[in-house]
């Protein structure tokens, strides 16, 4: 009995070791077929950034301080499409071979992080300036609808001192009897009445301008802040991952 557990336990041990290595070889081609799967899916991703890039430049703007805010807090809040490319065009396995074309092209991408890094750095200053321009013109349309509004006050005031004596009895009897329950008895109560009302809707519009051009001010500067963070992380990753990217600017260095 015990000869025939000695032989069972030889004949397992030496059966083990070829299951074991067929399951690593099997389980290293996956692995590279799945590493395969993930740079296309990386190519393709820069491949479509690449793309809304293009669209997203046509017909440029530069000196519109609007088109050039809007553009740059485009580019932050679209950022995790180029670097989920990066991230799955640089996932290599220890068996993976890359040939020598691709072996190229990942140079070139990984001087390309180092490019769309500056950039990204880059635009943070210009979001600070776009918005500084952008809450000065803000500012001076809501001044210059303030003083339109104004000047038509006094337009208003100066017609009421032109109508004729007759003319503001006239519109004194029509008002009594559209507004029976106001007391006004004489046309100069009347007079004052109506600039009274117009000044409150203006007082009214005013304030409301006011308030609609803080609350732009507040969401500009909110706004502003999460993309200036958001352009100094993403410029610093696209650094690091050309640092890290390192290896194929050596490889293909080293076979030139």
């Not at 296309?40 to 950034?49: D, N, Q």
């Not at 990066?86 to 180092?114: M, N, V």
């Not at 008002?175 to 046309?187: G, N, R, T, V």
């Amino acid at each position: 009995m015990l000869k025939y557990y000695l032989w069972k336990l030889r004949k397992d041990l030496k059966f083990q070791p070829k299951t074991s290595t067929k399951a690593k070889i099997l389980n290293a081609i996956v692995e590279q077929k799945s590493s395969k799967i993930i740079n296309l899916v990386g190519y393709t991703i820069l491949f479509l950034v690449l793309l809304d890039y293009t669209a997203l430049l046509i017909a440029p703007k530069f000196f519109n301080p609007v088109w050039g805010w809007e553009t740059a807090g485009k580019l932050v809040e679209t950022v995790w499409a180029p670097l989920l490319g990066f991230l799955c065009i640089f996932y290599r396995r220890d068996q993976d071979l890359i040939k020598p074309r691709e072996l190229t092209f990942l140079s070139l991408l990984s001087w390309l992080a180092l490019i769309l890094g500056t950039i990204y750095l880059l635009i943070a200053p210009v979001l600070i300036g776009n918005a500084f321009r952008i809450n000065r013109s803000q500012k001076a349309q809501v001044t210059n609808q303030i003083n339109q509004q104004k000047t038509q006050v006094q337009q208003y005031s100066q017609k009421l001192d032109q109508v004729s004596k007759e003319q503001l009895n006239n519109l004194l009897q029509a008002y009594q009897q559209q507004a029976p329950d106001i007391a006004i008895s004489s046309s100069g109560q009347l007079k004052e009445n109506l600039l009274n009302q117009i000044k409150q809707r203006q007082q009214t519009a005013q304030k409301q301008l006011q308030n609609n051009f803080s609350q732009q001010k507040i969401n500009l500067i909110k706004t502003t802040f999460k993309w200036l963070i958001g352009a100094i992380i993403s410029g610093v990753s696209f650094i690091l991952i050309w640092s890290y990217t390192q290896w194929a600017r050596v490889l293909h260095f080293s076979n030139h």
